[in-house]
C-alpha cells in the first residue's frame, strides 16, 4: 500500500493468469499515510474478477482505516483490526456481521501496537463476541509461526482451554474454504477437545489419523497446535488472578 494505485493495477493484472492459484485480493503494508480508499477502484476490478477481498486495516491505522476498508473495498476480512475496539459503532458492527479478524500477537507487540502481551485485546474481544482468529503475520520478522503466537498470547492472557478451542474453531469459520471442509475441520477439533491433554493426543493415533484423513494436513496443524497450548492453559487460579490484574487499555501507536 505504500506503493500507488498504477502499481497495484500493474500487480492485479500480473496476478491474473494464474487465477486458479487464489482465492482473495489483499492489501498490505505500512498502514499510516496510506487509506484503503487509496485502492478503491483496484479492488472494485478484483471484485469484479470474481475475487474475495481482505485487507490490514486498524493495526497502526485508525478505527476511520477499518471503515473505509469495509465500505469502500467491500471486505470480507479484517487483517489485524485490533483498534476497532477504539471506536464502539464499529466493533458492534464487526460483532453483529461476525466480521473475521486475523489477529497477529507477536507483531502487534513488535510494531508496538500494545507494549507488552499482557495488554493485548485479543482476549477482550473475543469475550465481546468478536470473531478473531491468530495468525503469524511474517514469521521471520516478528519472531514466530502461527504456534509462538498462540503459546505467547496463552501464556500472557492466561487463555482457558475453551477460548484457545474457540480461536481455532474461529479460524476455521473465518477460511474461504467450502463449507465441507470447514465442517470437517470444526469436527477434528471437537473431537481433539474430548481429550484431556497433549499426551492423549499423541498416543491416540486412531484419532490423529482420523483428522487427518477428514480435514487434511492443514487442519491437523491448527488442531495440534490448539492441542500443545491447551496442555498449558491456563488453570481457574491463574486466570482469576490475570483477570484482576488486567491492564484496561492498550497503548496506541502515535500517528
Not at 493495526?59 to 476497532?84: C, M, N, S, T
Not at 458492527?93 to 507494549?115: A, G, H, W, Y
Not at 482457558?160 to 463449507?179: G, H, I, K, V, Y
Not at 498416543?203 to 488442531?223: C, F, K, N, Q, S
Request: charged share 20%; proline share 4%.
Amino acid at each position: 500500500r505504500h506503493l500507488s494505485e498504477e502499481q497495484a493495477q500493474k500487480t492485479l493484472d500480473q496476478a491474473l493468469p494464474f487465477r486458479d492459484a487464489f482465492v482473495a485480493v489483499g492489501l498490505d503494508s505500512s498502514e499510516m499515510g496510506h487509506p484503503p480508499s487509496k485502492f478503491q477502484r483496484v479492488f472494485d476490478r478484483a471484485r469484479a474478477e470474481g475475487f474475495v477481498a481482505v485487507a490490514h486495516a486498524g493495526e497502526e491505522g485508525p478505527p476511520e482505516y477499518i471503515w473505509e476498508a469495509l465500505d469502500l473495498l467491500k471486505i470480507q476480512r479484517i487483517g489485524h483490526g485490533v483498534r476497532a475496539i477504539e471506536d464502539e459503532r464499529l466493533m458492534q458492527r464487526i460483532i453483529d456481521e461476525q466480521i473475521p479478524l486475523t489477529v497477529c500477537p507477536l507483531s502487534n507487540t513488535k510494531l508496538r501496537v500494545f507494549d507488552h502481551m499482557s495488554q493485548h485485546n485479543i482476549l477482550d474481544m473475543l469475550e465481546r463476541g468478536v470473531k478473531v482468529t491468530v495468525n503469524s503475520d511474517d514469521p521471520a520478522y516478528f519472531g514466530g509461526y502461527i504456534n509462538a503466537n498462540f503459546i505467547a498470547s496463552s501464556d500472557a492472557l492466561a487463555l482457558t482451554r475453551d477460548e484457545l478451542a474457540q480461536l481455532a474453531a474461529n479460524s476455521f469459520e473465518a477460511s474461504f474454504a467450502p463449507a465441507a471442509d470447514q465442517a470437517r475441520w470444526l469436527a477434528g477439533l471437537g473431537a481433539l477437545q474430548l481429550l484431556t491433554g497433549l499426551s492423549n493426543v499423541i498416543l491416540d493415533w486412531p484419532l490423529v489419523a482420523a483428522v487427518l484423513h477428514t480435514g487434511g494436513a492443514a487442519a491437523l496443524v491448527v488442531v495440534l497446535t490448539w492441542a500443545l497450548v491447551a496442555s498449558r492453559s491456563a488453570t481457574a487460579e491463574a486466570r482469576a488472578a490475570h483477570v484482576q490484574a488486567r491492564q484496561p487499555a492498550a497503548k496506541r501507536v502515535s500517528a
